[in-house]
């Protein structure tokens, strides 16, 4: 059974940086692709990076040129640098599969102060 478990939230204040870590156990690691998602109180589950088996990247159009999602293999890690963050960026962090599987792990809360 796979298992998430992500760290590394806290409260910074805005154009602060914060790095987001995901250990994930998962046989089927390296050939999948992983993403990042958040979790705003009131609105829905939004992807916001993902990454491929061999490293190339995607980001939604909210976070672009201040996110940068990574991924260690070896270490079954994906990882979430978050610079410039912003008010907006508040919410919990989860990461999963791309697409994602049913079981979400705890997430990493997230909060920006202006």
């Known amino acids: 059974q796979v298992q998430l478990v992500e760290s590394g939230g806290g409260l910074v204040q805005a154009g602060g940086s914060l790095r987001l870590s995901c250990a994930v156990s998962d046989i089927f690691f390296n050939i999948n692709r992983m993403a990042w998602y958040r979790q705003a109180p009131g609105k829905q589950r939004e992807l916001v990076a993902s990454?491929?088996?061999?490293?190339?990247?995607d980001y939604a159009d909210s976070v672009k040129g201040r996110f940068t999602v990574s991924r260690d293999n070896a270490k079954k890690m994906l990882s979430l640098q978050m610079d410039s963050l912003k008010p907006e960026d508040t919410a919990v962090y989860y990461c999963?599969?791309?697409?994602?599987?049913?079981?979400w792990g705890q997430g990493t809360q997230v909060t920006v102060s202006s």
């Open positions: 990454i491929r088996s061999g490293g190339s990247t």
């Open positions: 999963n599969r791309l697409p994602s599987l049913p079981k």
